[in-house]
């Protein structure tokens, strides 16, 4: 009959520092440390044949980095900075040890340029930015973004990468400005990772309403959804009741409404006999 052996202690080894340089896309954060999998990171009960081997892992810093049992991520880093930890035995936790890691970036971002001083969009569109780091295979390349005028425009960092699954894959950090109001505004990037010297970005943009075209695209399809709205109650039936010049326009719209300026009515064979 065996017997229940207790937790005496904790085996915790953990390196002085480690560098950021992984990206696990499926959970969209930096690839994490592994205890007891990733070399010199050891977390574990004493002796190793306890009967409860389980460990309460507590961040104490967790805008450093955060400990994720899920999918066994370990202790994941959220950016620069030191990350204090906080480990006890759920048996015992009297059993308890507080550890400490420096992580930095493997490629600090020196310094990063937007394309231009002004940019101009029409308001609900959206536009990439091309902006260029050094190094341009910098760890970190997104940006808190800030904007003296609120609501005319936003700017939303995405990583991208053709393998989700490979934290060693290359990986391409995307900067999509929305343009949500008509307006100016100026626009602050300031660098995620300012530890290798990198300063904010500082450009202004405008959005305007739209040109003409656009302006008479919209008159039109108003239009159409007031000619629709017609026919449905009734009272447009006389005048859009029958198709007209095909197939291609239904009995509710007028063709001439959106048929192509270049577009003619074709005769069937038929007729031209």
Request: with cysteine; glycine share 8%.
């Given at each position: 009959?065996?017997?229940?052996?207790?937790?005496?202690?904790?085996?915790?080894?953990?390196?002085?520092?480690?560098?950021?340089?992984?990206?696990?896309?499926?959970?969209?954060?930096?690839?994490?440390?592994?205890?007891?999998?990733?070399?010199?990171?050891?977390?574990?009960?004493?002796?190793?044949?306890?009967?409860?081997?389980?460990?309460?892992?507590?961040?104490?810093?967790p805008?450093?980095?955060?400990?994720?049992?899920?999918?066994?991520?370990?202790?994941?880093?959220?950016?620069?900075?030191?990350?204090?930890f906080?480990?006890?035995?759920?048996?015992?936790?009297?059993?308890?040890?507080?550890?400490?890691?420096?992580?930095?970036?493997?490629?600090?971002?020196?310094?990063?340029?937007?394309?231009?001083?002004?940019?101009?969009?029409?308001?609900?569109?959206?536009?990439?930015?091309?902006?260029?780091?050094?190094?341009?295979?910098?760890?970190?390349?997104?940006?808190?973004?800030?904007?003296?005028?609120?609501?005319?425009?936003?700017v939303?960092?995405?990583?991208?990468?053709?393998?989700?699954?490979?934290?060693?894959?290359p990986?391409?950090t995307?900067?999509?400005?929305?343009?949500?109001?008509?307006?100016?505004?100026?626009?602050?990037?300031?660098?995620?990772?300012t530890?290798?010297?990198?300063?904010?970005?500082?450009?202004?943009?405008?959005?305007?309403?739209?040109?003409?075209?656009?302006?008479?695209?919209?008159?039109?399809?108003?239009?159409?959804?007031?000619h629709?709205?017609?026919?449905?109650?009734?009272?447009g039936?006389?005048?859009?009741?029958?198709?007209?010049?095909?197939?291609?326009?239904?009995?509710?719209?007028?063709?001439?409404?959106?048929?192509?300026?270049?577009?003619?009515?074709?005769?069937?064979?038929?007729?031209r006999?």
């Amino acid at each position: 009959m065996s017997s229940e052996v207790p937790v005496t202690g904790l085996d915790i080894q953990m390196p002085d520092s480690w560098q950021i340089d992984g990206w696990n896309g499926l959970g969209s954060q930096y690839s994490g440390l592994q205890p007891n999998i990733a070399d010199g990171c050891v977390a574990r009960v004493v002796p190793s044949n306890a009967s409860n081997q389980d460990l309460k892992w507590e961040a104490l810093t967790p805008e450093i980095a955060f400990y994720q049992p899920e999918y066994n991520n370990g202790i994941v880093p959220v950016k620069a900075g030191t990350a204090r930890f906080r480990v006890s035995s759920v048996e015992n936790p009297s059993f308890s040890q507080e550890f400490s890691i420096n992580f930095s970036y493997r490629y600090p971002l020196q310094s990063a340029f937007a394309p231009a001083a002004e940019l101009t969009l029409k308001k609900g569109t959206v536009q990439e930015l091309d902006i260029r780091t050094v190094p341009e295979n910098a760890t970190e390349q997104r940006f808190v973004w800030t904007y003296d005028k609120e609501g005319i425009v936003q700017v939303q960092d995405t990583i991208t990468s053709s393998d989700t699954s490979n934290a060693n894959n290359p990986r391409t950090t995307v900067h999509s400005v929305y343009a949500k109001a008509a307006g100016t505004v100026t626009v602050t990037a300031t660098p995620m990772d300012t530890t290798g010297g990198a300063e904010p970005i500082v450009f202004t943009v405008t959005v305007t309403e739209g040109g003409t075209e656009d302006s008479q695209l919209k008159a039109k399809a108003e239009k159409g959804i007031a000619h629709g709205q017609a026919y449905m109650t009734g009272s447009g039936v006389s005048a859009y009741s029958t198709v007209m010049n095909g197939p291609f326009f239904p009995s509710c719209v007028p063709a001439d409404e959106f048929r192509p300026r270049s577009w003619k009515p074709t005769m069937p064979a038929s007729a031209r006999q």
